[in-house]
DNA sequence: AACAGCGGTTCCATACTGTGAAACTTTTGC
DNA sequence: GCAAAAGTTTCACAGTATGGAACCGCTGTT
């Protein structure tokens, strides 16, 4: 029972590569071959047809990363915003459903990244962050990277910002335990007082996480919602983009 | 005489997914038949099967793009690592000739980001400027990206930092000008006085620009060194990155 | 409405190319 | 130094990729 009419050896190629991308970490020849089942004769020439193509390069040790291609594409401006793309759906839902401003992030150089927006329907709404240069500590999108390893925890002191921000390092790692249990974070006042937020990660279909979304508006409003309800809505919302970021053909065929 | 023992229908694939994404706008379906010359079933099949494992992407319009795999390889930290690893060697070598401080940027969020540096061999060199908000148009990094179209030029004001900093709207595009005629620019004083800098483009092999690197440290020693010297030598050693970013087998065979 | 033109997909016979087992080579571990 | 593991190459076979042609579904034209 075939899949699809067509090209095999181009698909079990795009399974190597799925594999190798999604992992995010260098990939022996063979955990490979044992993922995929494949003999390792048929790995071994796909992989090196790869390679002649830039699609996967296989560095010192010998183990096959993400090729030139990859870089390239990721050095363009555009690349976040394919991200974006695949994203936009499910954050307009969430505008409508919260009627409140929705952000993407993603880790890079070390903080998050606002990458999209979508603005509040309320005249009163949290305004653009993008470009601005706010503690990620005092963030939920920032919490929830935090949280989840996507970025490395902050060095040195956490700087206050309100009253209520966090900058207990025993009571700020406690609250990145407390987000994993939750699967979400909250952020009250401690950035700005009146203004919250409340994210959730963004995952692959393999479970790492890759960006983080979050609804953020008055503290008022946000309350009046429902912290945990807005939380578990995000993480309800957010596990359909896990499928099309990471799904891809289920191997082990029955022969 | 086949180039390679091997996978012929991968090594196809991967050409077509070469052009889409070395172009960076998308693809329609017969440019690329008239692009690798292949007969348009085998094309469409091909691309049904990249479809199907999230390495190309159609859009609504019906044009080919690159698929999730890519964006969600864009989305990770590292992703950027991948490209300043590709860049070291070369930025090694720029700062053994220069002995000065060697960056390398690539456009994002509308402006240029710090991804990579090379410290200057001296105890007085430029610092890292890395995650340091500066505005972009004093910087030769800037003036690259932004006169090569990597960079959307900047909207409003020009903010003046000192006496040489551009500001004049007529002036700074004719210097862009410039900076095309030569192949490097360079900004002294601009950003800050007795800081200097010369920067030119990292191209892919199709001579699209996607990122810049920089030398920079005293203006007193990158005078002495010579402006142009410096941009020349910027340009040849860059001209070799290319060919790391974006060689990809000739096609054309002759049957 | 009928039609031509264009962009793309499906069909199909042909033969070429991908396949896995096993032999072979290289590296690692002890 | 040997043995085992890791990875590559060989090879005969069959299954799959190939391109021409037919086909489909638009869009614009008269």
């Known amino acids: 029972m075939a899949t699809h009419t067509g090209s095999q050896a181009v698909e079990r190629a795009g399974a190597l590569l799925g594999v190798i991308v999604e992992s995010g970490t260098p990939r022996t020849f063979s955990s490979l071959v044992d993922e995929l089942g494949m003999a390792k004769s048929t790995t071994s020439r796909l992989l090196h047809a790869l390679e002649r193509s830039r699609l996967v390069h296989r560095d010192r040790a010998g183990a096959f990363r993400p090729g030139a291609l990859f870089s390239l594409h990721a050095a363009r401006p555009s690349a976040l ?52 240069d706010v503690p990620a500590h005092c963030t939920a999108l920032g919490k929830v990277l935090y949280a989840y390893g996507a970025l490395d925890l902050p060095r040195g002191a956490l700087e206050r910002r309100t009253a209520h921000s966090p900058v207990d390092r025993a009571q700020f790692d406690h609250a990145l335990i407390e987000v994993r249990r939750r699967g979400w974070a909250a952020s009250l006042d401690e950035l700005e007082l009146g203004l919250a937020a409340v994210g959730a990660p963004v995952r692959t279909v393999d479970g790492t996480v890759v960006a983080a979304v979050s609804v953020s508006g008055p503290t008022s409003r946000v309350n009046e919602y429902g912290i945990t ?18 799904h891809y053909p289920a191997r082990r065929d029955v022969s």
Chains 1, 2 share one sequence.
Request: charged share 20%; aromatic share 2%.
């Open 81 to 132: 915003h394919d991200l974006s793309e695949l994203a936009r759906p499910t954050m307009e839902h969430l505008s409508e459903l919260s009627r409140e401003t929705v952000n993407l992030a993603v880790p890079r150089g070390g903080t998050p990244v606002q990458i999209d927006q979508v603005e509040s329907r309320y005249l009163l709404g949290a305004v653009s962050w993008v470009g601005v």
């Open 229 to 246: 309800r807005l939380g578990d809505l995000l993480v309800a919302e957010l596990r359909g983009l896990s499928a099309l970021l990471g």
